[in-house]
């Protein structure tokens, strides 16, 4: 359990357990809705060490968060991610430990991750046709990552997971092909709404489209939505008596979607980000050395919360400072 003293709650009551960690901005996909043009080194502070990752997490356990994801950029790239889950698993205030991932390196490294202490994997894979793939990642490993997905499948995690961003275009050919895909796996795969950010104008204003038409195609394939667990993340998950798996939707967009807001985000540099699609930060570099006291870290973590705001402000145009959603973890 963890320790009494301050907790994580914001100003409007809600109370967090759940942390998206981003580890790096490195990212070696080319997404065409994220970083069409591939990862440029941007200048500024180093990304967080090993030591100031166990330091960071071992104060928002003591905040009661009990779940860690890990997070890009993709996580991965990094040669000590393995070091990372192991120190995060080792706290046993945290009863899950995660990873979103563009599954480049799951078929070679997903047993190692799960006998570290990783519980729950994400996998981004946009589409399971293999030259949309291609044409959206920029790299044509589709085969490769759908080996990893089985092999993560098999190595005992508590949930895998799938995640691909709704595109405007072929969704009832995807929304099918996923259906198929986890009649008999146990696998939950979520179609995440396009979101605006400060350089993807163009590309929103021709590919979104509203999570709607995934509740549609459900409603009339006969899935209906399941309740979410306290510390589950955003999204609305639908169950079928015919599919062993579940086809789920996060729709920023949606009214009311921010009301239940239970997690918080730190980048790779540091900074707690209040909202994905706020301004700034709290830095919390500051904090990390081992010469200052954990209290003090724990503080301030709790006082910022006070400046969270109600929710994001998407329908007005305004995305924060947020320039894609590979730089603070999206």
């Not at 050395?289 to 329908?315: F, I, N």
Request: neutral net charge.
């Amino acid at each position: 359990m963890a320790a009494s003293g301050p907790q994580a709650i914001d100003g409007f009551g809600r109370r967090f357990r759940y942390l998206r960690l981003s580890v790096t901005e490195v990212c070696n996909f080319r997404c065409d809705y994220c970083l069409p043009n591939g990862y440029r080194k941007t200048p500024g502070a180093s990304f967080l060490t090993l030591m100031e990752v166990r330091r960071l997490t071992q104060a928002f356990a003591r905040l009661g968060l009990t779940k860690i994801r890990l997070t890009g950029g993709e996580p991965t790239v990094r040669r000590d991610f393995t070091e990372i889950v192991a120190a995060i698993a080792a706290q046993e205030e945290i009863r899950k430990v995660a990873v979103t991932t563009n599954g480049w390196n799951l078929e070679k490294c997903v047993q190692d991750w799960r006998d570290a202490g990783l519980t729950h994997v994400n996998v981004s894979v946009d589409s399971l046709d293999r030259d949309v793939f291609q044409r959206i990642t920029g790299h044509d490993r589709l085969p490769a990552v759908l080996r990893g997905l089985d092999l993560a499948m098999e190595a005992g995690f508590q949930s895998v997971k799938v995640n691909a961003v709704l595109l405007r275009g072929s969704i009832e050919q995807e929304l099918e092909r996923w259906a198929d895909h986890v009649a008999d796996r146990a696998l939950s795969v979520r179609f995440i709404e396009l979101m605006r950010t400060g350089d993807n104008a163009d590309y929103f204003a021709r590919n979104h489209i509203g999570g709607q038409v995934v509740r549609d195609w459900l409603a009339q394939h006969g899935w209906t939505p399941r309740i979410r667990e306290a510390d589950a993340g955003p999204a609305t998950e639908y169950v079928s008596p015919d599919h062993r798996g579940l086809i789920g939707l996060i729709a920023p967009y949606d009214a009311g979607f921010c009301d239940g807001c239970n997690r918080l985000r730190v980048t790779a540099r540091g900074k707690l980000r209040l909202c994905l699609f706020g301004e700034g930060g709290v830095d919390l570099r500051p904090y990390l050395s081992e010469e200052v006291e954990m209290d003090a870290l724990v503080e301030q973590v709790a006082s910022a919360l006070g400046a969270k705001p109600r929710a994001h402000a998407l329908h007005q145009g305004n995305f924060g400072d947020t320039p894609n959603l590979a730089a603070f973890g999206g």
